[in-house]
């Protein structure tokens, strides 16, 4: 099984050529749903993560990495997602890196493998479903409002750069 697809696809895209941009955003994740092997979910939220910020460094672009509220020792995908925001922490070199991370969001046309839509479908069908204990506080945030905070990023980050580099929604 050759789980570096994603990786190679990645470096081809990064060698296009087209216009370079203010920012890059890193959205791109795995969670694991799918049954994805750890190594899998490495390099979709670890490697593939360093690739498009040395890019950044390269380029003298803003990065944005979109992150997890969840605490790493929650699944092996906060573990990577939190791997990856504090590698970035450390190798701030560039004055426009800033880790996003957000809650359970939502909005049309959640994958079926979302757990919002796992939940409602379960519920819905009365099916058991297998969660944690539920001692865990949760947001719940529209996607629109993670692009409005995104679009708001992308036109103010050079003035927040002073509060941080990690912001929560």
């Known amino acids: 099984d050759d789980n570096s697809g994603i990786y190679r696809n990645l470096k081809d895209f990064l060698t296009l050529?087209?216009?370079?941009?203010?920012y890059c955003i890193n959205t791109a994740c795995c969670y694991g749903r799918d049954k994805e092997s750890y190594l899998e979910i490495i390099d979709a939220n670890i490697v593939n993560g360093l690739n498009i910020y040395k890019y950044c460094l390269d380029n003298s672009v803003g990065f944005i990495n979109i992150g997890t509220v969840l605490e790493r020792n929650m699944s092996p995908y906060a573990l990577t997602k939190n791997i990856l925001q504090e590698i970035l922490e450390r190798t701030d070199k560039n004055d426009l890196v800033f880790n996003l991370n957000l809650d359970l969001f939502f909005?049309?046309?959640l994958k079926k493998s979302n757990f919002i839509a796992q939940l409602i479908t379960n519920l819905a069908g009365s099916k058991v479903m297998e969660l944690t204990e539920g001692t865990q506080r949760r947001d719940f945030l529209h996607v629109d409002d993670v692009c409005s905070s995104i679009e708001?990023?992308?036109q103010n980050g050079k003035s927040l750069k002073k509060y941080g580099t990690n912001f929560i929604l």
């Open 152 to 154: 708001y990023l992308l």
């Open 17 to 22: 050529d087209f216009e370079i941009p203010d």
């Open 107 to 109: 909005g049309p046309s």
